[in-house]
């Protein structure tokens, strides 16, 4: 039950990085995300070394629940509107071997416990 989510790990041409968490089925237009999120350029993808540095885990791994090692602040968090709709979010914890339930409105929580702004805008086609 509930949403299982997909997240990608975006920057911007001002090196600015972005996580977008959505449904697992939704679809995302790398070529317009950026005017709804506040990105300076259309996204590409962030290297696999930035991803490790600022939220801890490697591609196939990433989660919203990252953003407890981003001390730093680097990241903005995006938690798609329509996701957050679900009662339960289903989320790795850190690897990509489990899966982690947490109600829609634990997770703000916790991603602003960790000092982020959790963003919930609409950005799936």
Same mark, same amino acid.
């Given at each position: 039950p509930?949403?299982?989510?997909?997240?990608?790990?975006?920057k911007?041409?001002?090196?600015r990085?972005?996580?977008?968490?959505?449904?697992?089925?939704?679809t995302?237009?790398?070529k317009?995300?950026h005017?709804?999120v506040?990105?300076?350029?259309?996204? *590409?993808?962030?290297?696999p070394?930035k991803?490790?540095?600022y939220?801890?885990?490697?591609p196939?791994?990433?989660t919203?629940?990252?953003?407890?090692?981003?001390?730093g602040?680097?990241?903005?968090?995006?938690?798609?509107?329509?996701l957050?709709k679900?009662?339960?979010?289903?989320?790795?914890?850190?690897?990509?071997?489990?899966?982690? *339930?947490?109600s829609?409105?634990?997770?703000i929580?916790?991603?602003?416990?960790?000092?982020?702004?959790?963003h919930?805008?609409?950005?799936?086609?």
């Open positions: 509930g949403g299982h989510t997909k997240n990608l790990f975006l911007d041409k001002k090196d990085y972005f996580l977008l968490t959505v449904d697992e089925h939704a995302v237009d790398l317009t995300v005017q709804i506040g990105g300076a350029s259309k996204f *590409s993808f962030g290297k070394e991803l490790m540095e939220l801890g885990v490697i196939g791994a990433v919203a629940f990252g953003v407890v090692n981003d001390a602040g680097n990241v903005t968090i995006v938690l798609d509107a329509d957050m679900n009662d339960v979010v289903n989320c790795h914890p850190l690897s990509n071997d489990a899966t982690t *339930s947490i829609s409105g634990d997770l929580r916790f991603v602003e416990a960790t000092g982020h702004t959790a919930v805008l609409k950005v799936t086609v």
